[in-house]
């Protein structure tokens, strides 16, 4: 299948920093990725969705200033949490979709595990 | 807003035994899919299906897709420990919503 990969996959910042995480897909181009977030034995909240080239379209209660994207290529997204505070440590997953599927299948990155202090 | 209602959202079951995890919903998606994630790892497309009724077998897993496009469910037979984790079921139409997720273990 295809690989979508997430960098970093766990970062400590102290209260107060920004911190950036990066989607990359490996082998294939995406117009549309998503990123997720999920806490502890819980499902994944969808938090905004990334178009290449335009803004991100973002879900209720989540703060577009918070949570910058980027989607500058066809292969990479950003998700950068703006002055992070403890209750932003979360696992955050971006996933890609194929351009040519149009059923909905998703690929996930890694994830990147997110502590602020 | 869709939403997805997995059931249940705790399963301990001991190896060798069947189990069914329910997904349901009242909106219709034009698909549906299963994940199957692991502790500190991205979820990993196990099955897409498409159309009404379809039932789609991967090993000893079999899903089902409801005739109406709002259900599903994942059925899995002589569970092993390797199936322990957590599933999670999610519905397309435009964007991925996933259900609250099944946490299966399973013991030897």
């Known amino acids: 299948g295809a690989v979508v990969s997430q960098h970093p996959s766990w970062v400590i910042c102290k209260s107060g920093t920004s911190v950036k995480i990066e989607c990359r897909s490996l082998?294939?181009?995406?117009?549309?990725m998503f990123w997720y977030r999920q806490f502890p034995k819980q499902s994944l909240m969808l938090m905004a969705t990334?178009?290449?080239?335009?803004?991100?379209?973002?879900e209720q209660g989540v703060e577009k200033d918070k949570f910058l994207i980027n989607h500058a290529s066809l292969t990479l997204s950003t998700l950068t949490v703006t002055s992070a505070h403890p209750e932003d440590s979360s696992f955050y997953i971006c996933?890609?979709?194929?351009?040519?599927?149009?059923?909905?299948?998703?690929?996930f990155g890694e994830g990147s595990r997110l502590t602020v202090l | 807003t869709q939403l997805l209602e997995q059931s249940p959202q705790f399963l301990s079951i001991q190896e060798g035994e069947n189990l069914t995890v329910y997904c349901n919903s009242s909106?219709?998606?034009?698909?549906l899919q299963w994940y199957r994630q692991e502790p500190g790892e991205g979820p990993v497309l196990l099955v897409t299906?498409?159309?009404?009724?379809e039932v789609k077998k991967l090993k000893r897993l079999t899903f089902q897709f409801g005739d109406a496009r709002k259900d599903s469910s994942l059925h899995i037979t002589a569970a092993q420990p390797g199936d322990t984790g957590l599933y999670l079921c999610?519905?397309?139409?435009?964007?991925?919503?996933f259900g609250q997720g099944t946490e299966l273990s399973v013991k030897p």
């Open positions: 999610a519905g397309y139409e435009g964007k991925l919503i």
């Open positions: 990334s178009n290449e080239g335009s803004k991100a379209t973002y």
């Open positions: 909106s219709v998606f034009s698909s």
């Open positions: 299906v498409v159309t009404g009724g």
């Open positions: 996933s890609a979709r194929v351009l040519a599927a149009n059923t909905g299948e998703l690929f």
């Open positions: 082998d294939f181009q995406a117009t549309t």
